[in-house]
C-alpha cells in the first residue's frame, strides 16, 4: 500500500508539472528548491563543506551561490524530466542542441563500442533521453528505485526512444555484452565508491575513491571513451549536449601489475576530465553529495 500511495503521488505531481508550461513549472519548483535549501541543513553542509574542499580560492559568499543554485538546477531537472515523453525532434529544437557529435560518432564508427563518461553534472536525465529522441538509443548504469512501481515508472519514461537500463547489481556482464556488440553506454562516474569497487585516485587534488569498471571494461575490450554531458547555457538560454574528445592512454600492460597501474591512470584521466568540466559549470554539478566519504587507510573522515 506505501508503494502504491508514494506512486500515485509522484505520478500525479509529475503529470502536473508535464502539462504545464516550462516557465511556469519552474517557478513552482524554484519555491520547493528554496525550501529544500534552507530546510535540508545536513545536505547544505554538506555542499558548503564540498565547496571548502574543492575550491576553497573561491570566496565564501560565491560558494554559497553555487549551492543555491545547485538547488535550483535540481528543481530544473525535475521539470523536465516531467515534461519528457511530450519531447520530440521538432520541439526541442529551439532549446537544446548537440556539440561535438564528431567525437560521438567517430568513436561509434570504430564498432568496438562507446562509454560515455558523464556524471550528476547538468540535466543528466535529459542527456541520454535527447541522445535517443535524435536517433542515438544507449544503456544507462542506474540503481534500482526501492519502491517498485516507481522503478518502472522513471525507467519506462528513460526508454521512450530505445534506451536500456543496466542495473548496478549486475553491470558488469552488461556492459561487458553492450561492448561486444558495439553499443553506447553512458556511466554516472562521480559518486563516492568503496573498495574494491573503487580505486583512490585524485579528485580536484583530494584522493577519491572512483569507480574503476569503466576503465575495466575499456581496456579490456578496447571501447572508446570519451565525455558527455548536457549543460544548461545561460547566455544562449539553451540546453547543450556536449561530447569532447576520446581520451585514451597508451597501452603497455605485459602482467596484472601493469594492468592495475593502466586501470588507475585511466580512472585518474577520467576524474582530470570530469574536474575540468565541473569547474566550467561549478553551479551545475551535485555538491551535495558526500563525494570524498571513504578514506584511504588511516585517513580521518572530511565530514
Given amino acids: 500500500m506505501q508503494e502504491k500511495i508514494e506512486y500515485w503521488l509522484v505520478t500525479a505531481v509529475a503529470r502536473t508539472l508535464g502539462r504545464l508550461p516550462r516557465g511556469l ?21 554538506t555542499g558548503q563543506r564540498n565547496l571548502e574542499l574543492a575550491v576553497p580560492e573561491l570566496p565564501l559568499t560565491e560558494r554559497n551561490g553555487i549551492l543555491r543554485h545547485v ?39 570504430r564498432g568496438k563500442g562507446v562509454l560515455i563518461l558523464t556524471g550528476h553534472l547538468g540535466a543528466w536525465e535529459l542527456s541520454s533521453f535527447y541522445h535517443s529522441l535524435m536517433g542515438h538509443p544507449m544503456g544507462m548504469v542506474i540503481r534500482r528505485l526501492d519502491n517498485r512501481l516507481l522503478d518502472e515508472y522513471v525507467n519506462g519514461i528513460r526508454c521512450l526512444h530505445g534506451n536500456r537500463v543496466l542495473h ?50 575499456a ?31 597508451a597501452r603497455s600492460a605485459d ?5 592495475e597501474s593502466e586501470i ?19 553551479d551545475q554539478w ?3 553529495h558526500r563525494r570524498w566519504k571513504t578514506r584511504p587507510a588511516g585517513e580521518p573522515s572530511l565530514y
Fill in 219 to 249: 581496456l579490456k575490450t578496447g571501447a572508446a571513451v570519451l565525455p558527455g554531458f548536457c549543460l544548461w547555457e545561460e547566455r544562449l538560454q539553451q540546453y547543450v549536449l556536449h561530447f569532447g574528445p576520446e581520451i585514451t592512454l
Fill in 25 to 45: 513549472a519552474r517557478l513552482l519548483v524554484r519555491v520547493l528548491t528554496l525550501a529544500c535549501y534552507l530546510g535540508l541543513t545536513r545536505l547544505r553542509r
Fill in 286 to 288: 551535485l555538491w551535495i
Fill in 71 to 109: 538547488f535550483r538546477n535540481l528543481g530544473w531537472q525535475l521539470v523536465e524530466f516531467c515534461r519528457l515523453p511530450r519531447y520530440t525532434p521538432a520541439n526541442t529544437r529551439n532549446w537544446i542542441r548537440t556539440e561535438g557529435l564528431d567525437h560521438y560518432l567517430a568513436a561509434q564508427a
Fill in 168 to 217: 548496478k547489481d549486475d553491470f558488469a556482464r552488461g556492459l561487458l555484452t553492450a561492448m561486444r556488440a558495439g553499443q553506447s553506454v553512458g556511466i554516472l562516474m562521480d559518486t563516492n565508491m568503496t573498495p574494491p569497487q573503487g580505486v583512490f585516485v585524485n579528485f580536484f587534488g583530494i584522493p577519491a575513491c572512483t569507480a574503476s569498471g569503466l576503465a575495466r571494461v
Fill in 255 to 259: 602482467d596484472d601489475d601493469d594492468r
Fill in 264 to 282: 588507475r591512470a585511466l580512472t585518474q584521466m577520467c576524474n582530470n576530465v570530469l574536474e575540468s568540466w565541473i569547474r566550467r559549470y561549478p
